[in-house]
Nanobody, 133 residues
């Protein structure tokens, strides 16, 4: 049973930065994708960023491109989300997730297929990010 633990959320003013961390353990995928999703109460969960463990290819939602950076430390099984130039609309609960690397990952990278939460089997408990104007 995989276990994902997020940390690094908090409150910041618009224009500020936060770095989220997600430590993963107990999963058995030989090749995987780790992702960050976010959700505002009453709204659908949105895929924010993702990274493949093998080649390090990355995906970003248009809403965060140029502001957020996803990275990983494979030795420590940790994935990070560096969030800069934060906006009030970035306020949400941020979730870390892990899933197997699927052939459809290529379609996600090409923005042909959305980053779907259905592709991820294990999730963290979530961490709140609040950006005030």
């Amino acid at each position: 049973q995989a276990n994902l633990v997020e940390s690094g959320g908090g409150s910041v003013q618009a224009g500020g930065s936060l770095r989220l961390s997600c430590a993963a353990s107990g999963y058995t995928y030989s090749s995987n994708v780790m992702a960050w999703f976010r959700q505002v109460p009453g709204q659908e969960r949105e895929g924010v960023a993702a990274i493949a463990s093998g080649d390090g290819t990355t995906y970003y939602a248009d809403s965060v491109k140029g502001r957020f950076t996803i990275s990983q430390d494979n030795a420590k099984n940790v994935v990070y989300l560096q969030m800069n130039s934060l906006k009030p609309e970035d306020t949400a609960i941020y979730y870390c997730a892990i899933g197997p690397l699927r052939p459809t990952w290529v379609l996600v990278l090409q923005n042909i297929r959305p980053l779907s939460d259905a592709d991820f089997g294990y999730w963290g408990q979530g961490t709140q990010v609040t950006v005030s104007s």
